[in-house]
């Protein structure tokens, strides 16, 4: 479902805030080191790291939101260079960014996602209704978003980004802001999806959501892979009992061979 090839991404950080002013760029920043991965469908994949880690830079890339430097990717089959807006097509994101139109419902907004995507009118309605009973959106379809609290806000945007029912589905740092009972429903509603085939990029940097709904994952740190496993490899390579205490022994030996190098 997902092939990660050689995919690197070094970031033209301006030099100097007069440097930007002028234009002026130099490639400074490598946030992600060549990446090479595969994952299958019909799973919950986590993509750990702390902050900094390259997790947002490389399902930008992913998500035809960013080129990369160096590489490719595809993405159920389709090259996120050559076909990106085939895989716009088959992806769902949520991104932290919300981007909700003050003014509108939360149906209203579902609508005219729907319209993007091509869905049938009789097809979106169903769709709003599946959708309102598994994430539960309630009085977020009824109200402008501008009165939602942000759980609310968070729902509809979960929401928006699976309204065409899309065979991958990346969410990065998607429970961030919700509360105990609206997370419960998007951790639900996660482990739901990865039926009929289809993929959960999972990426936070919250190790119990990955425990809760994933089985295996990724770990990155400054931009390189660590690990990619089960997590119960994960857990084992690193000779710990909890994937926290793994973590922390895996970038401890990174740090190691960093200062060594
Ligand atoms: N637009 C940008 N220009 C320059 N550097 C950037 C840009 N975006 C991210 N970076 C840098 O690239 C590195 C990776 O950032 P990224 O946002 O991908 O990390 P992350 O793992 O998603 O972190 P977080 O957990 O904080 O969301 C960081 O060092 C960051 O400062
Ligand atoms: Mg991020």
């Known amino acids: 479902m997902l092939q990660i090839s050689e995919l690197s991404k070094v970031y033209n950080t301006p030099k100097s805030a007069k440097g930007a002013a002028r ?7 490598k946030a992600l080191e060549p990446l090479t991965l595969n994952v299958t469908g019909g799973q919950v994949y986590g993509l750990l790291g702390p902050n900094g880690a390259g997790k947002t830079t490389l399902l930008r890339c992913l998500s035809t939101l ?23 097509q088959i992806l769902g994101v949520v991104n932290g960014g919300m981007g909700l139109y003050d003014r509108l419902t939360g149906r209203e907004i579902l609508e005219y996602f729907a319209g993007f995507y091509g869905m049938e009118r009789s097809k979106v309605q169903s769709r709003i209704l599946e959708l309102d009973s598994l994430l539960e959106l309630g009085d977020a379809l009824v109200k402008r978003t501008m009165d939602h609290s942000t759980g609310m806000k968070q729902k509809i945007v979960i929401a928006r980004a699976v309204i065409h029912d899309p065979r991958v589905l990346i969410l990065d740092e998607a429970a961030s802001g919700l509360d105990i009972l609206a997370r419960r429903a998007l951790l639900d509603f996660v482990k739901s999806y990865k039926a009929q085939d289809r993929l959960v990029l999972y990426s936070t940097h919250v190790m119990d959501e990955i425990e809760e709904v994933s089985e295996r994952a990724a770990i990155l740190y400054k931009g390189r892979l660590l690990e990619e496993g089960t997590l119960e490899d994960i857990r084992a390579r690193a000779g710990e009992k909890r994937l926290e205490n793994a973590f922390f022994e895996l970038v401890k030996a990174e740090e190691g061979r960093l200062v060594a190098s």
């Open 23 to 29: 234009g002026k760029s130099e490639p400074t920043h």
């Open 66 to 88: 960013l080129t990369p430097s160096s590489g490719t990717a595809r993405v159920g089959g389709f090259d996120i260079g050559q076909e990106p807006e085939k895989v716009r």
